[in-house]
């Protein structure tokens, strides 16, 4: 399937597109528990450490390709041909390297006319040990989003449509907020009914051509931003005019929760918020396939296209978790839009009657990330699907019902999990652990890409290299994720007793 290239600003859009996502919303709970101050350093020095990383793929994959024309790596396996790549013309120049820049013959140009995926880079350096790891690494990561997906769309759906014809439920109003609680069985019987639909329904958009839904899927990419236009708006609006809580519990003109804990420092909360913020800020392995579109005239600008989202992710990033963690601190759900099933337009009230406006408001913002949440199930399913077909003899990979049954595989087992396993900022630190490996990966491929070209082309730069690409600093920025990691299973570990 061809497809056509595009600017940097482009590029700059589909990071962002690609990067945010639910994890946004889970982050003010995390950041309540760290506390404000220390949630402020981390998103801080996380958001630096994403650009970092992000950069140093850029910089992996050129010094890749010129190593690759040196003859010293095998070329890297094609998977899509771009329309507009001049067929004679298959490594592309860039507008800011000078025609004898460093070495003469040394081409740190990125091809243009196909794309690679970072598991190529890997297995180019690291052979197949690195392979398979990038890969189980990817596997996993995806099922938990599969997974963290079908609580999403679960616990909406069953806050927003009340199913009070169910035998179990007793009482007046429906009320289901979060599912990490459910007091009321009704609201998990729904919540499995509601999951149950979701499944069937992405085992059978597994099926379908993906490429036949872009203009669906555009549709859902505006739901997701404007859901983070509301959620931002709302959240700030209400710290500025109302209380969460009971007026009582509150200052004279002060809505900041009383429970908000402005500094502390508790290991199990900050491993909690550090997978959190890496989970929502993962985009890394994508990055390969999104730089080498760029069309030629572009490809200069890239490290401004990492840098522009890079910033725009820490500023979405903040504005939703801290006002988010202000408010409502520990006493709501994970999932922050839940919390909004009770808005009277004048505080929360669970047995007050939502006025008209303030009910539409609590509508949309619940019925938003299910709709554009469920329409991502089945393209991450299959997106794991394919990168476990990857891994098996390619006698097996081509047979039909290979292929049906791995599809299946890929979105049964981890909806299935969202039955049992519920809460989401747990799906979160399980997955984020998966995104560490995925984020250093660029790291630890651009030290062994250095080496090489050190020895291959002396003291010769590529034009992506910049002054933060030194060694002690891609090694300062493995250490920290390194540090997080550990912090996480400790968090994951602690949460079990």
């Not at 809580?245 to 004279?252: G, N």
């Not at 077909?389 to 292929?403: C, F, G």
Request: aromatic share 14%; with cysteine.
């Amino acid at each position: 399937m061809k497809i056509k290239t595009y600017s940097h600003l482009a590029v700059m859009s589909i990071i962002i597109n690609y990067a945010v996502g639910t994890g946004i919303l889970n982050l003010p709970h995390a950041v309540a528990s760290a506390s404000i101050g220390v949630s402020t350093m981390l998103i801080i020095i996380i958001s630096c450490s994403s650009f970092l990383l992000g950069q140093y793929s850029l910089d992996a994959l050129s010094k890749t390709f010129a190593l690759t024309r040196a003859g010293k790596l095998t070329q890297p396996h094609s998977y899509q041909m771009i329309d507009e790549a001049d067929d004679e013309e298959k490594y592309t120049k860039l507008d800011s390297e000078p025609e004898n820049a460093n070495k003469p013959n040394v081409d740190f140009s990125i091809p243009n006319n196909y794309t690679t995926q970072f598991s190529t880079l890997c297995q180019l350096y690291f052979g197949r040990t690195g392979f398979y790891i990038y890969q189980i690494a990817i596997v996993i990561y995806f099922f938990g989003t599969i997974w963290g997906y079908g609580q999403v769309v679960s616990s909406s759906l069953t806050s927003v449509i009340p199913m009070t014809f169910l035998p179990s439920f007793k009482g007046d109003k429906w009320q289901c907020s979060d599912p990490c609680s459910y007091t009321i069985q009704a609201c998990s019987d729904s919540y499995w009914i509601w999951l149950s639909i979701a499944g069937l329904f992405s085992c059978v958009m597994i099926f379908f051509n993906l490429s036949e839904q872009k203009i669906l899927q555009s549709v859902f990419t505006y739901c997701r931003f404007a859901l983070l236009g509301i959620t931002c708006v709302l959240i700030i609006y209400c710290l500025s005019t109302q209380p969460y809580l009971d007026k009582s519990m509150y200052k004279e003109g002060n809505f900041v929760n009383p429970h908000t804990v402005f500094w502390g420092f508790d290991l199990k909360a900050i491993g909690s918020l550090f997978s959190s913020i890496t989970f929502s800020q993962v985009y890394h392995h994508s990055l390969p396939s999104i730089f080498q579109p760029t069309e030629k005239k572009y490809q200069g600008k890239l490290n401004i296209s990492i840098m522009s989202s890079s910033i725009f992710l820490a500023l979405i990033t903040a504005i939703i978790a801290i006002p988010g963690a202000l408010y409502f601190a520990n006493d709501a759900s994970d999932l922050i839009t839940l919390n909004f099933n009770t808005w009277t337009g004048k505080g929360f009230d669970p047995t007050a009657k939502q006025p008209v406006f303030p009910q539409i408001i609590s509508y949309v913002i619940r019925l938003l990330p299910p709709i554009y949440v469920l329409s991502s199930i089945p393209i991450n399913g299959l997106t794991m699907s394919v990168n476990v077909q990857q891994m098996i003899p390619d006698q097996h990979r081509e047979k039909k019902w290979v292929q049906i049954t791995l599809n299946l595989m890929c979105i049964i087992p981890p909806i299935l999990l969202a039955g049992f396993s519920r809460c989401l900022g747990v799906i979160i630190e399980f997955t984020g652990l998966m995104g560490y490996i995925i984020m250093l990966a660029p790291a630890v491929v651009l030290l062994k890409a250095k080496s090489m070209c050190k020895v291959e082309f002396g003291d010769s730069k590529s034009p992506f290299e910049i002054i933060t690409s030194k060694q002690p600093i891609i090694w300062g920025v493995i250490g920290f994720n390194l540090v997080g990691f550990v912090l996480t299973v400790y968090s994951l570990i602690a949460g079990f007793f």
